[in-house]
């Protein structure tokens, strides 16, 4: 059989070793215990669901929609796709779990997304989001919530001081079409600078040229209308609302009146805690309310507002991933040493040790791999240990060793759980 290009992993998918594995799980892990703190319980929804779920909501002229999704039709013919992000499907579970009851409610979620983009650093093709949706709450005050419990996630990681939180308004209903109109009579005599893309967005949704990563589209996009300029009094009202909020909490956060978040369900506010620290990829948490998503969908008419971040982008920015809890090493030698490790093994283990007993290998051997897995103490078991119902305990950063009866090195041992 010829090599199968089939083992390399799918270009833009990363397997998660143990050290990755733990970075990752020492981000989502803060997360929820800090967004617990503020009354968010965690759900999963399917990492697939109908492809509807996606195009209504993430608008047909989205990024995701038009380039990004990971569709296919399965073997009974339904259209299915593996979720881009997650709030489209906390929204659809919303209504199909029949929730409208309860609000309001909030939600924590984690798990990976799919986006055929093109794969560089800090932007793959399955990736990881964590995120919160609070749903039911149209006042400011809950927009000032879930921006504080990100504040809080990325002070708890230690990288809050690495990011700015930057912040906009996308207005209400009203001031976005009369925005939409201002930008359409703007970008309709540029036409020609922009890009392929531009100019489709143009007749579909003109706010998403001013999301454009193309350098030409930008320099015209620089020259745009700005929204703050076509927001209604009510939205300027709920927009100050919410930046008092921060303020009263402390807040900082950079106003900025080109932030456009890719998706169409958004209104009011918009925010992306950004970092330089990163290159290219530069936002790390990003989000906004959301009021027509649930009743574009389908459901009652229900504000919403979350945010979403990303686990890899998280842990790059964290740095080095928390060690690996050290193990303890048995180290039998002889075969009635080593008949006695594997029960001393599970009684250890029992009394709550993380333990490591290699099945083979002389004296020698064994330590090198006490060493190589930086075990906080080796339990050393001859026969001459054995006759006397002990074992030899060392401790590997002093070096320092004693003899302790069998029965008590639970107890001893109590020191290196
Ligand atoms: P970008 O502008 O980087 O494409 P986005 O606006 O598409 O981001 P969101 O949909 O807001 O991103 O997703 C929230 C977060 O998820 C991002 O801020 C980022 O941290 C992370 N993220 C999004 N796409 C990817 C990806 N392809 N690979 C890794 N992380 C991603
Ligand atoms: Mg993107």
Redesign the pocket.
């Known amino acids: 059989m010829t090599k199968m290009a089939s083992l390399q992993p799918i270009r833009g998918t990363h397997d998660l070793l143990p050290d990755e594995m733990r970075a990752h799980r020492h981000v989502v892990g803060t997360a929820r215990r800090i967004v617990e703190l503020y009354g968010y319980e965690e759900i999963a929804t399917p990492i697939f669901e109908f492809s509807q779920v996606f195009q209504r909501t993430l608008g047909e002229a989205s ?2 929609v038009t380039k ?1 999704m990971y569709s296919f039709a399965d073997k009974g013919g339904d259209l299915i796709t593996l979720r881009p992000e997650n709030t489209a499907g906390v929204a659809r579970c919303f209504i199909s779990e029949g929730l409208a009851q309860q609000v309001p409610v909030r939600f924590f979620y984690a798990g990976p997304m799919f ?1 055929h ?1 093109r794969p560089q650093k800090g ?1 793959q093709r399955q990736f990881h989001q964590i995120g919160v949706e609070l749903i039911g709450l149209a006042q400011p005050e809950a927009d000032v919530e879930v921006i504080a419990a990100g504040v809080r996630v990325l002070d708890a990681l230690g990288v809050l001081g690495k990011t700015v939180l930057e912040i906009n308004t996308l207005g209400d209903h009203e001031s976005r079409e009369s925005y939409r109109q201002a930008l359409v009579a703007y970008f309709g005599e540029h036409t020609a600078g922009l890009s392929e893309d531009s100019r489709t967005r143009l007749s579909r949704n003109p706010l998403r040229i001013l999301d454009s990563k193309d350098e030409g589209d930008r320099r015209i996009v620089a020259d745009a209308p700005l929204f703050a300029d076509y927001l209604n009094p009510a939205s300027v009202a709920f927009f100050d609302r919410v930046t008092a909020g921060l303020e009263t909490l402390g807040i900082a956060f950079a106003p900025n009146p080109r932030l456009v978040r ?1 998706l169409d369900y958004y209104s009011h506010t918009a925010f992306e805690f950004t970092t330089t620290a990163l290159g290219a990829q530069g936002t790390v948490l990003a989000g906004g309310r959301y009021d027509g998503l649930i009743k574009m969908m389908g459901g009652s008419d229900t504000p919403g507002v979350g945010w979403a971040a990303g686990v890899e982008r998280l842990a790059m920015l964290c740095g080095t991933a928390p060690a690996a809890r050290r193990p303890v090493a048995l180290v039998p030698v002889g075969a009635a040493a080593e008949a006695e490790a594997v029960k001393l093994a599970e009684r250890l283990r029992a009394s709550g040790l993380r333990v490591d007993l290699a099945y083979s290998g002389n004296l020698g051997r064994r330590m090198k791999r006490a060493n190589r897995i930086a075990a906080s103490a080796s339990i050393l078991i001859g026969d001459d240990e054995l006759s006397r119902g002990a074992a030899t305990v060392r401790n590997m950063d002093s070096g320092t060793q004693e003899e302790v009866a069998l029965p008590s090195l639970e107890e001893f041992l109590a020191q290196y759980r």
Do not use: Q, S
Request: aromatic residues 0%; glycine residues 14%.
């Open positions: 990024d995701i990004e986006r983009e932007r890719g």
